[in-house]
């Protein structure tokens, strides 16, 4: 166990509609990390948070909003869905201050399917 | 860019037997160098990590990778394969910031 907190751990929703998934971090971590993995396009960086402030952005759509709360917990916003937003979706965090280790400890994932 | 390439998609060995698993990078300096293990249904976890000094460094579940700046890799290895390591290993760079690239993944199948 990560004592990292995915919910849902699945979703199966339509094209168009929008879906939240929350991450709860591990107690004592800062980052908040979101990641999509497909079969097509692999592990995917979407977006990093530390401390309630973007950090880092990556291959992440504008359909796409993430935040970070003051109780750290991070929410991930998917709008207008499309067939290819259907993936596996990870949180994963870290502590986030001082020198970067590289480890992250990953959530279960939720996984979304759009039909 | 930093990239990481494995160049083998699947990979079967027999229970007992040794395991290499196989990444190639591409950075600008010596990079840091991770190994992540996904179990089936389960999140990615770190097996062993290298940032400096003795270029074979040990990690959890009996795995070692070797750092070979010459030759740009950071080859994962086990010396007696368990049916418990059937899973996808993933080897990981620094990606700016505080993320990591990962690489396409090497999916293990273990056979008794």
């Known amino acids: 166990d990560s004592g990292v907190t995915q919910t849902p751990k699945h979703l199966i929703t339509a094209t168009g509609q929008r879906v939240t998934l929350r991450c709860s971090p591990r107690s004592g971590d800062l980052s908040v990390y979101w990641y999509q993995q497909s079969l097509d396009q692999g592990l995917q960086f979407l977006i990093q948070y530390y401390n309630g402030e973007e950090r880092a952005k990556g291959n992440i759509l504008e359909r796409f909003s993430a935040q970070q709360f003051p109780d750290l917990h991070s929410e991930l916003n998917l709008s207008s869905l499309e067939l290819g937003d259907s993936a596996l979706y990870f949180c994963?965090?870290?502590?986030?201050?001082?020198?970067?280790?590289?480890?992250?400890?990953f959530g279960e994932g939720s996984r979304l399917t759009v039909l | 860019a930093q990239s990481v390439t494995q160049p083998d998609i699947h990979i079967t060995v027999s229970e007992g037997a040794s395991l290499e698993l196989r990444c190639n990078y591409s950075y600008g300096a010596t990079p840091y160098l991770f190994w992540y293990v996904q179990s089936p249904g389960q999140g990615l976890q770190l097996l062993l990590k290298y940032f400096s000094g003795d270029t074979l460094v040990q990690g959890i579940k009996g795995f070692e990778a070797e750092f070979k700046r010459s030759q740009s890799s950071f080859n994962l290895r086990k010396p007696s394969v368990h049916w418990s390591d059937a899973a996808e290993y993933f080897c990981?760079?620094?990606?700016?910031?505080?993320?990591?690239?990962f690489g396409a993944g090497t999916i293990l199948r273990v056979k008794s």
């Open positions: 994963a965090s870290s502590y986030g201050g001082g020198r970067f280790t590289g480890e992250l400890f």
């Open positions: 990981a760079l620094p990606g700016g910031g505080n993320k990591l690239v």
